[in-house]
């Protein structure tokens, strides 16, 4: 049976360093250091920590902090269940799975080559297309992606701006919880670097597995013998979506339709009225001053659903518990 690391080093680590000159402190100090990084050792010292009352009574400081995070994790996981993060489609190769494909290239000549993807979010073009869409993606993206210019894709893309707007915001927010929390209780690098999960457990902390479900779109060009490929991808960040409504609105504002008239929810004119609000809720009157890390949301006042528009004068700050709280309902 082998011995442990730890113990051979002891064995061996003496007789090496002695023929090198009997240097008692450096053999000493590289004992030390072999120690701490045994993983026996290190699992002696995690357990010691985590029992210790240092740790418990930071941890128990902590446990309105820990609270609010998870409530705001379990707020991301609906805001995700709930959300909308799709706008287009391409129909080329909507009939690929009816095939099969098989490569039956002589075994001396076979080589890797490019293989075409079929997906609604992937459009097979020529090369002059794929390097087109590169240099104006919202105009490619509209045109082979089927995105018309009317009220009611302007109103799916504003639904998805927001959805993605607001889980930005909301796992920003979480990630800047999480860091208040490691800075407040500062454990030894050696449990984060090796038991993070277990820190989190211990603290009580559920971490957010959710990340911002980015709708993401790619033109691809694919040689007739797989030889060489090409590809140009868009991804609808918020970025791209404002960019988008922007150019649904010129286009629709050209057809004289009121949608075209709509003030959009861009992140600007969100910024510009959590500033106006003073970054306090004008719900419950919580602000930011007193929680630094409150999630603030825009909300509207007469709700989209129900004929409100994305004006300031129908726009308001509130917390995102009272935001849940309101929905969709109009309140006086």
């Known amino acids: 049976m082998p011995k442990p690391l730890f113990i051979t080093t002891l064995i061996v680590l003496p007789i090496v360093v002695g023929a090198a000159g009997h240097n008692f ?28 009352e240092a740790f418990q009574s930071l941890k128990a400081e902590t446990v309105s902090v820990v609270a609010e995070h998870n409530a705001v994790v379990d707020y991301i996981a609906e805001i995700r269940g709930s959300g909308a993060f799709e706008l287009g489609a391409s129909d080329s190769g909507q009939h690929a799975h009816l095939a099969s494909f098989e490569n039956t290239s002589a075994w001396n000549n076979r080589r890797d080559r490019h293989v075409a993807e079929y997906a609604p979010h992937v459009h097979h073009s020529s090369l ?3 390097r087109n869409a590169s240099n104006d993606p919202i105009k490619y993206f509209m045109k082979y992606f089927s995105v018309k210019a009317d009220v009611e894709t302007l109103a799916d893309v504003q639904r998805v701006a927001e959805d993605i707007a607001r889980l ?3 796992v920003g927010n979480v990630k800047s919880r999480e860091a ?78 009121a949608a075209g008239q709509r003030a959009l929810m ?4 969100r910024s510009f009225i959590k500033e106006r609000d003073q970054h306090t809720c004008l719900q419950c009157g919580v602000s930011v001053a007193a929680e630094p890390h409150l999630l603030l949301e825009v909300d509207h006042i007469v709700p989209v659903s129900k004929g409100g528009l994305s004006v300031v004068e129908n726009l308001r700050t509130l917390c995102w518990r009272c935001n849940r709280v309101k929905g969709a309902k109009l309140l006086a």
């Open 25 to 52: 402190g450096l053999w000493l100090v590289t004992l030390i250091l072999v120690l701490i990084a045994n993983p026996i050792v290190r699992r002696i010292r995690r357990n010691r920590y985590f029992a210790s």
């Open 128 to 130: 002059q297309v794929v």
């Open 168 to 170: 930005e915001e909301a």
């Open 180 to 257: 208040s929390i490691t800075a407040k209780i500062n454990p030894p690098a050696f449990i984060l670097k090796h038991y993070r999960d277990d820190f989190w457990h211990y603290v009580g902390v559920h971490l957010s597995p959710v990340a911002v479900p980015y709708p993401r779109y790619k033109f691809e060009y694919t040689s007739a013998g797989g030889n060489s490929g090409q590809v140009t991808n868009v991804v609808l960040d918020t970025p791209t979506l404002e960019a988008l409504s922007q150019t649904l609105v010129e286009k629709i504002r050209w057809a004289k339709s």
């Open 266 to 269: 861009t992140s600007r004119l």
